[in-house]
């Protein structure tokens, strides 16, 4: 069952979603935060470690930035090694929330598995990132990316539970959120194995790649989250 199902429980009335938005009170994002303290002290799960990307994560990013099945979905043009890896130091490079737009992303790394760059480290297989849609109403969004080699295994799945479990326990959202090419199949999987909600088909609300895309907006609200962990 997921965070969404419940036959017994009767649908709530507006009035019931309102009064619980009510007691949930005013937005009050945790702000400024600096993602450098996941370099110390990284999440940890059963398979992975997440900790801030760095900019000599560049080979393995490069990996699967450079394959068109990834890129089919995002809005990330085909790129060079050198475009690549320059790409990386500029995501690397953001760490603090503290206003709109602000974000990090955090680098998987599937533990024993060796890295292309450096052999004595975990490889980076793909890359969660966490961005401030609006501060003033305490919103956040994830976004994710898995080399097709590890696909298909759960690991996005147990690093998008984690980092969604961080950013509620952390940053206090009142709700975290994710926009996707309405036709990303896996990418809409996931967000319902993270207990996220379709609320939204946009439509033609991106001009990429030539073309006029459908956005798919997913959500889950703080309090679901706490009342499906009971
Ligand atoms: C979106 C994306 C990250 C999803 O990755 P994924 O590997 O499909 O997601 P999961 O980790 O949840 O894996 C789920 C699959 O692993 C399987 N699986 C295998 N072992 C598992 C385990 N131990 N635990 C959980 N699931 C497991 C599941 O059954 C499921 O397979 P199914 O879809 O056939 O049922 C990936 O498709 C991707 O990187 N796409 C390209 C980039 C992109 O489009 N990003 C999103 C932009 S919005």
């Known amino acids: 069952m997921t965070m969404h199902e419940n036959s017994t429980a009767a649908k709530p009335t507006p009035a019931d979603r309102a009064a619980a938005a009510a007691a949930d009170g005013p937005p009050a994002l945790r702000v400024p935060f600096d993602a450098t303290v996941l370099t110390e002290s990284p999440i940890s799960t059963e398979r992975l470690v997440l900790r801030p990307l760095e900019a000599s994560d560049a080979p393995d990013v490069f990996e699967y930035q450079r394959i068109p099945e990834v890129l089919r979905y995002l809005p990330w043009p085909e790129r060079d090694r ?49 961005r401030v849609s609006s501060l003033a109403h305490a919103q956040l969004e994830l976004g994710w990316v898995v080399h097709p080699d590890f696909q298909g295994r759960g690991y996005a799945r147990e690093a998008g539970l984690a980092v969604r ?66």
């Open 82 to 130: 050198a475009q690549g890896y320059a790409h990386t130091a500029t995501r690397a490079a953001g760490r603090v929330l503290a206003a709109d737009g602000d974000f990090f992303v955090l680098a998987v790394t599937l533990l024993g598995t060796p890295s292309t760059g450096n052999g004595a480290s975990d490889r980076v297989i793909g890359d969660m990132m966490v």
């Open 165 to 230: 479990d961080f950013v509620f326990e952390t940053l206090d959202p009142h709700r975290v959120q994710a926009f996707l090419d309405a036709r990303n199949g896996s990418s809409a999987a996931l967000c319902e194995r993270l207990g996220m909600r379709r609320e939204a088909t946009i439509l033609e609300e991106q001009y990429n790649d030539g073309e006029w895309q459908d956005t798919a907006v997913y959500g889950v609200l703080r309090r679901e989250w706490a009342a499906a962990r009971g």
